[in-house]
């Protein structure tokens, strides 16, 4: 019960975290340079064919009318048509945010897959020579920028060594695996490097602890106190960064969608970007803003787990 209360809680929490959302959404798009109807029809837009595209899009009334609208829209599922692609935007981001999905979801697998174990190891090594290896080399994913990092991964897997695509999704479930794995680990680079070195602190700190020396004296074997005892309580603050992180996995996916041409939709929202589309660029960012607290909302969730005195 105290769990599902807590569940409840956190569910009630994130309404006025989506209202929010929205106001933020509506006002940040808007204070975009240049308007939508110019975008559409070009450098020799007349001024009676700019007032018919605004009086089309509801541009024209006062802005107090246009959020109401917006607000009605969006909890319709009707997030609009877009400007540039004449499709509606629920369709574009369907086709669009699951390539995203994936990516973020393999970078988040590779992070936890290097992250972990090299944490264990680090932890253990403490002060050694295959500590200062690990965290020196993590040390260079966190100096160097996303973009950067892709770059220098397409240059030399892709364009030299030729292991991995330059670009693209692939068709089969397959081969979309293997066009995205070098975008994923661009992404995982990074962001491993941030669970590494705190998991690597936790650890630390964990193994120490009086509870730890209890599991010891009672002789149960290393494998179980360090999967029972270390790994959940040291899991705890670690969770809690990897939910904060996705906002910036997802942030870091419309640059690397960008450089390995990924069709994902970080890359529509550069390009919504650059043509003034409204439309695709407020459902874009409603739709990844609710998935961040979709995953807030998981990560508290198996964090009231791991840690049932969340939950109290």
């Known amino acids: ?59 024209d009334k006062p802005i107090p009318v246009q959020f109401l609208y917006f607000v009605k829209n969006v909890f319709t ?66 100096s160097m920028p996303v973009f950067y990092v892709g770059i220098l991964m397409l240059t030399v897997f892709g364009a030299t060594l030729k292991w991995f695509p330059v670009g693209g999704y692939g068709d089969t479930f397959a081969d979309r695996l293997y066009h995205l794995f070098l975008p994923a680990l661009t992404l995982a680079f990074s962001f491993s490097a941030v669970l590494m070195r705190n998991l690597r602190s936790s650890i630390i700190g964990v193994i120490n602890a009086e509870y730890v020396d209890f599991a010891r004296a009672k002789g149960l074997r290393p494998r179980i106190i360090m999967t029972r005892h270390v790994l959940r309580n040291a899991l705890i603050s670690t969770v809690t960064l990897f939910g904060l992180q ?40 409603i739709a990844l803003a609710v998935l961040v607290s979709l995953t807030f909302l998981a990560t508290d969730i198996f964090q009231a787990w791991l840690d049932p005195r969340v939950a109290r």
């Open 1 to 59: 019960m105290p769990l599902f209360s807590f569940v409840l809680r956190r569910i009630l929490q994130m309404i006025p975290t989506v209202v929010f959302i929205l106001v933020v959404t509506f006002v940040l798009v808007r204070l975009l340079p240049g308007d939508p109807a110019s975008a559409m029809l070009g450098d020799r837009a007349i001024d009676a064919d700019v007032e018919r595209i605004n009086a089309s899009l509801g541009l």
């Open 77 to 142: 599922g009707d997030l609009g048509t877009s400007i540039a692609l004449k499709l509606p935007v629920t369709t574009i981001i369907m086709q669009r945010l699951p390539v995203t999905l994936m990516l973020t979801l393999m970078a988040a697998l590779l992070a936890l897959i290097l992250a972990v174990p090299l944490a264990f190891l680090a932890a253990l090594k403490r002060e050694q020579t295959a500590d200062a290896v690990i965290r020196g080399t993590f040390q260079v994913g966190l």
């Open 246 to 285: 996705i906002g910036t996995l997802f942030g870091g996916a419309v640059i690397t969608e960008t450089v390995f041409a990924v069709p994902g939709a970080g890359r529509l929202m550069i390009d919504s970007i650059y043509g003034r589309d409204y439309p695709v660029l407020q459902g874009l960012t």
